[in-house]
T-cell receptor
Framework: GENVEQHPSTLSVQEGDSAVIKCTYS??????FPWYKQELGKGPQLIID?????GEKKDQRIAVTLNKTAKHFSLHITETQPEDSAVYFC????????????FGKGTKLSVKP | DGGITQSPKYLFRKEGQNVTLSCEQN?????MYWYRQDPGQGLRLIYY???????QKGDIAEGYSVSREKKESFPLTVTSAQKNPTAFYLC???????????????FGPGTRLLVL
């Protein structure tokens, strides 16, 4: 079945810098890759997602890139702000197999003012 | 105001006791899910339901039970057979089969279960 590895587990950046979180997946048939942001004591919120028919997607300061050949996808946050501090989770699913989302273990991002 | 609600926010369980966590959604979604989250871990799927009166086991179903009598509701019971129930429990929903298996899942605010 699918396995998702997420790195790094913790990331500390200075306000205004960029942050990059990378995930690798094992099932080459996976075709949907969402990213979630979870603030302390709250449920995860979808921040961006990408499907396998595109290589990159942007939404203001957030972007996701997908490399199907290497089986990895990355979250890029530019001009980081203190409110970006949270735990970020990646996930993958092979929709064709009627499987379920498989999540990475999360990255705790700290943005220092 | 559409969304997913979970109650209670905190729940305490005594030894040998069954407890039930509530999850309600008014998004008109067919599919609903229960996840367990432990510190430093990703989300692990307990049970899911793609349609009313039907549900399937996830990766860690032992010690848990669910029901899906209404489209809006998907309660999770943590039974006494679950020996390590302390965790953060998250409910989610998605459009479901009508939208395909890659539809976005939306999460509720979670319930933290603690053992006394």
């Amino acid at each position: 079945g699918e396995n998702v590895e997420q790195h790094p587990s913790t990331l500390s950046v200075q306000e205004g810098d960029s942050a990059v979180i990378k995930c690798t997946y094992s099932d080459s048939a996976s075709n949907y890759f969402p990213w979630y942001k979870q603030e302390l004591g709250k449920g995860p919120q979808l921040i961006i997602d990408i499907r396998s028919n595109v290589g990159e997607k942007k939404d203001q300061r957030i972007a996701v890139t997908l490399n199907k050949t290497a089986k990895h996808f990355s979250l890029h946050i530019t001009e980081t702000q203190p409110e970006d501090s949270a735990v970020y989770f990646c996930a993958a699913i092979n929709g064709g197999s009627q499987g379920n989302l498989i999540f990475g273990k999360g990255t705790k991002l700290s943005v220092k003012p | 105001d559409g969304g997913i609600t979970q109650s209670p926010k905190y729940l305490f369980r005594k030894e040998g006791q069954n407890v039930t966590l509530s999850c309600e959604q008014n998004l008109n979604h067919d599919a609903m899910y229960w996840y367990r989250q432990d510190p430093g871990q990703g989300l692990r799927l307990i049970y899911y339901s793609q349609i009313v009166n039907d549900f399937q086991k996830g990766d860690i179903a032992e010690g848990y039970s669910v029901s899906r009598e209404k489209k809006e509701s998907f309660p999770l019971t943590v039974t006494s057979a679950q020996k390590n129930p302390t965790a953060f429990y998250l409910c989610a929903s998605s459009l479901g089969l009508a939208g395909g298996w890659t539809e976005t899942q939306y999460f509720g605010p979670g319930t933290r279960l603690l053992v006394l």
